[in-house]
Nanobody, 115 residues
Framework: QVQLVESGGGLVQPGGSLRVSCVAS????KTWNMRWYRQAPGKERE???????????YYADSVKGRFTITRDNIKNTLYLQMNGLNTEDTAIYFC?????????WGQGTQVTVSS
């Protein structure tokens, strides 16, 4: 079955960097677009970034120029490199894949930006 397992979250100071990862299994990873979303306390889940199977990347305006989404199709792993973090980036970060009409989510990894 499809599984998405995020890791790499933690506590970081404002201005710092962090990389979160998502290991995928149960489907042909290299074929599908992969996405990162986040959900801050008291807010709705919001889209952060997408990477296509070809490696084309797209970003929400709020993270453009600070975050980088990449993928390793050998390791079946999705990454999100986050630089220049600020308190508004505090959220649970989820990876996502839409396989046809079936939407899959990981359990999320907590990123907290605080001094």
């Amino acid at each position: 079955q499809v599984q998405l397992v995020e890791s790499g979250g933690g506590l970081v100071q404002p201005g710092g960097s962090l990389r979160v990862s998502c290991v995928a299994s149960g489907f042909t990873f290299k074929t599908w677009n992969m996405r990162w979303y986040r959900q801050a306390p008291g807010k709705e889940r919001e889209w952060v970034a997408t990477i296509t199977g070809f490696g084309d990347a797209y970003y929400a305006d709020s993270v453009k120029g600070r975050f980088t989404i990449t993928r390793d199709n050998i390791k079946n792993t999705l990454y999100l490199q986050m630089n220049g973090l600020n308190t508004e980036d505090t959220a649970i970060y989820f990876c996502n894949v839409l396989l046809g009409t079936d939407d899959y989510w990981g359990q999320g990894t907590q990123v907290t930006v605080s001094s």
